[in-house]
DNA sequence: AACCTTGTTGATCATATGATCAATTACCGC
DNA sequence: GCGGTAATTGATCATATGATCAACAAGGTT
């Protein structure tokens, strides 16, 4: 259904091992993005980068180790996407703003549903439940520190920025969770959470509503 | 695992059409509960009742269907011991109060796992995302009406209820999700919680935490 | 150009799932 | 007690999954 080749034809070029693993990761991400974490199977990946299931299952200890892994780099990616985005923010508080506007858009319900695949599957794949772990904690350092310079500055106010950090991110990911089934609602609950971040981290309000309307 | 008669022994007591059904939903809920919604296998449920997965797949039109009357079953009850739980709470506050504890409380967890699944699983079963719509706009009907009613006493000061409920709701389902993973820090974001809730209903600091220092 | 390392295949297992259907037999009504 | 309805079974399909391994052949090396 797009630009890939399938169809394993008998002798398929030869690729470095290092080439080829990347070749599998990279299948493994797309497939995950488009289908979700479940619709990374042997023969799947293998399809997709016309290759037998055999050679797939050859670079990869188990399939799950492939599902923990992908879920990883899949987040991994987001976290450093969203901290480009924010770079160009001047002070803590604007970048607070675009945080909350980057990580509410509709553009992020691919990501949002290898989250939920994550969280459900993660019960049966230990890999993958360690890898979730690991990358809530990476996501919380990384709101705890933008939190944290914010104090420094003056600019926010608060007891528990790791606390409220945490908050954040479950407010962020409830809702996400909540706009995969209902979509609707988004635009005024934006709103709200930017009012809650002003309320718990003791700015002005409308501080973090800049421009943009929501 | 438990007091549950396996091994289908020949000519199995026969039952009531609608005696076996509610069985099977049992069973169904039980298996739900303990394994998440994967774990709802038409060999699962057959044998967890001394029964033949023909007969389990007699009494059901297919196992996805099986899958979303589960949850649905498993989120109404959870709906209906909240509210019995908040029945005596006398005014708004007090019972969203209780509302927050509860529903933070470790002992959901394998509702919120079931949720979580359903969240997942939704993308795949159409039946299910159905469910999970419904079962979502039922848990935001009960909270907008508690909401609704503080606003009218006056003690809940809120522009937009429904919009509350959502938020709410989100964070709540958000730090649940969380919790899944890492259990620690459940005390303080329980107290962050009540806080948000204060301020975005315009209560003052500190009602929301009654008795419970957490 | 021959060789040999090794990336790749084809065939095959083992398992788990949902689903169907004729045959059986338990139980209710007469 | 007998018979017939229908709940239940046993056998069987079809499919999808992960995984393994001997055999093949592509491509760099000599």
Redesign the pocket.
Known sequence: MSTVQHE??????????A??AAEIAVAAREIALADGL???????V?ARI??????V???????????ADTFSAIVAAEIGEVAEELAPCIGPVAALAALIDSLLGPERSSVTAVWLDAWSLGRRNPALAVEVGVQMDAWQAFVADLLRRGVGTGEFTADDTEAVAWLLLGIIDGLNAHGIVRYGHAGSLRGLVRTVAEHELGLAAGVLSHRDPG
């Open positions: 394993p034809r008998p002798g398929a070029r030869r690729k470095s091992p080439a080829r479940p619709g990374i199977t042997l023969r799947g293998a016309g290759v037998t299931p055999a050679l299952s050859h670079y990869q200890p188990s399939m799950e180790v492939l599902v």
